[in-house]
């Protein structure tokens, strides 16, 4: 499959992902109500490329897996990226169906978006648990000590996100608490998601480049996108095409998830076809 998918063509799937986001949001705040929707820009229609990016990362995840003997920490770790991909498929697959058989509707508690909400957290806690063994097994072999721009950065994240809570708890109520309940988790999860990238990336620069390098670098930037993603949901009050370009960032974050596993899996490639080029 690695040998099939290039980044190039990761990037345009992320590109075109991230128009479709950006047309849909933009077609929901201008939307007539009672008018037909479009068809590709009926809410959550951008579900259908988000499947696509989280059926590669769970094939790699499973690739990834494999690769590894049944007791080793990193195989667990792989596992639950497998499974936390599992579950955003679902989540997205759920809501697609239920915009184009017409399930949403504004009059009524949204039991799609609701589970889809519940199920997405889950998903980033199965995710952060997956880097948090990865960072674990790597430590034990001396990578990734921590130094004091790190501690400094890792202070900082602490500041922010206790920051966004407080900006959190001070957004107006809907009629849908338990919804607004389960969107207050995105401050704690990003936050947490900021503080394992800062780990890793203290891992990435004891690396000398290579595979496992931009692996790592990808999971640094898919923490900074959906750190700045909710930050700018909090912080920008009004809807505006700033916050619309933050939040199309959030949502197709997911291809950046399969950017670390496409890297990851390349390293193994690499190993296996050097492993065969000079055979012991």
């Known amino acids: 499959m690695a040998k099939r ?10 590109a075109l992902n991230y128009a479709w986001t950006l047309g849909v949001r933009a077609e929901v705040f201008q939307h007539v109500p009672g008018e037909p929707w ?7 229609s951008f579900g259908f490329g988000l ?3 989280n059926v590669l990362t769970a094939r790699y995840a499973r690739k990834i897996q494999a690769d590894y003997p049944q007791s080793s920490r990193l195989r667990s770790a792989w ?9 955003s498929v679902v989540r997205y697959a759920a809501l697609f169906i239920a915009v184009y058989l017409g399930q949403l509707r504004a009059s009524r508690p949204p039991a799609p978006v609701v589970a889809g909400q519940f199920l997405g957290e889950l998903s980033v806690v199965l ?24 501690k400094i950065g890792l202070l900082s994240i602490g500041l922010a996100t206790v920051a966004l809570l407080v900006l959190r708890s001070g957004t107006p109520q809907n009629r849908f608490p338990l919804l607004v309940a389960l969107q207050k988790l995105d401050p ?17 620069r004891d690396m000398d480049g290579g595979f496992l390098d931009s692996s790592l670098a990808y999971v640094v930037a898919l923490s900074a996108v959906r750190f700045a993603s909710v930050a700018a949901g909090l912080l920008i009050a009004s809807e505006s ?11 197709t974050s997911d291809w950046l ?3 670390v596993l496409y890297y990851r899996w390349r390293l193994i490639e690499e190993a296996k076809a050097l492993a065969k080029k000079y055979p012991e």
Do not use: E, H
């Not at 998918?5 to 992320?14: D, Q, R, S, Y």
């Not at 479009?38 to 959550?44: A, G, H, I, K």
């Open 241 to 251: 095409w700033t916050r619309a370009v933050f939040y199309a960032a959030g949502i």
């Open 127 to 150: 995710l952060l648990a997956g880097l948090v063994r990865m960072r674990t097994s790597l430590a034990k072999r001396g990578f990734g000590r921590l130094r004091t721009p790190d």
């Open 5 to 14: 998918l290039t980044p190039a063509l990761l990037w345009t799937g992320f």
């Open 38 to 44: 479009p068809l590709l820009l009926r809410p959550f």
């Open 257 to 259: 998830l399969t950017f």
């Open 79 to 87: 596992g639950l990226v497998f499974w936390s991909a599992i579950l």
């Open 188 to 204: 704690i999860l990003v936050g947490v998601g900021a503080i394992v990238a800062v780990l890793l990336n203290r891992v990435r």
């Open 51 to 53: 499947i696509v990016a």
